[in-house]
T-cell receptor
């Protein structure tokens, strides 16, 4: 398997624009996580899905952030409108809860909002 | 709620010396514990994990960690540091009834020649 695939790897956008980050989890995994990493706050869990259903979105910072998982092989994280303080590296991770327990991470999307 | 605390944000070791990274956890149920490594501009890679059974677990690249329930600790060690071990290391916790991984703040390891 190619692992967790995220796109784009880098995104530079202007404040106020909509940003969509994409993730393809490992085939067969049933849990998916979105994390944000910054120097100030470290790794923060934003939201996680189990069997395509959002289980806990308490980490989503505000209504400007939304995430969807329309099927088992695709998820998006959208920010609208974007702000400079959203600049961070966003990671997607997946796991198969019943057996592996650990999460496998993608390479991340580095978002810069100017 | 589960959480981990990593003691020391930066560790500097000489090549060939012992690497010791400290992690203490808090969990109201039996924890699952993990160590991940992150190289610059890359995602996180699993080094090792503890779920049940043997409390001394061995991982990749010569690392190992020991689960000590009485001390609520899961410290990571490597007997002899290599230049390639320079990276950021994260301890994380989850459990059988909580899917999400909660991460520590990370420890950056530098290796001196």
């Amino acid at each position: 398997d190619a692992g967790v695939i995220q796109s784009p790897r880098h995104e530079v956008t202007e404040m106020g624009q909509e940003v969509t980050l994409r993730c393809k989890p490992i085939s067969g995994h049933n849990s998916l996580f979105w994390y944000r990493q910054t120097m100030m706050r470290g790794l923060e869990l934003l939201i996680y899905f189990n069997n395509n259903v959002p289980i806990d979105d308490s980490g989503m910072p505000e209504d400007r952030f939304s995430a969807k998982m329309p099927n088992a092989s695709f998820s998006t994280l959208k920010i609208q409108p974007s702000e400079p303080r959203d600049s961070a590296v966003y990671f997607c991770a997946s796991s198969f809860r019943d057996t592996t327990t650990e999460a496998f991470f993608g390479q991340g999307t580095r978002l810069t909002v100017v | 709620a589960q959480s981990v605390t990593q003691l020391g944000s930066h560790v500097s070791v000489s090549e060939g010396a012992l690497v010791l990274l400290r992690c203490n956890y808090s969990s109201s149920v039996p924890p699952y514990l993990f160590w991940y490594v992150q190289y610059p501009n890359q995602g996180l890679q699993l080094l090792l994990k503890y779920t049940t059974g043997a409390t001394l677990v061995k991982g990749i690249n010569g690392f190992e960690a020991e689960f000590k329930k009485s001390e609520t600790s899961f410290h990571l060690t490597k007997p002899s540091a290599h230049m390639s071990d320079a990276a950021e290391y994260f301890c994380a916790v989850s459990s059988f009834n909580d899917y999400k991984l909660s991460f520590g703040a990370g420890t950056t390891v530098t290796v001196r020649a």
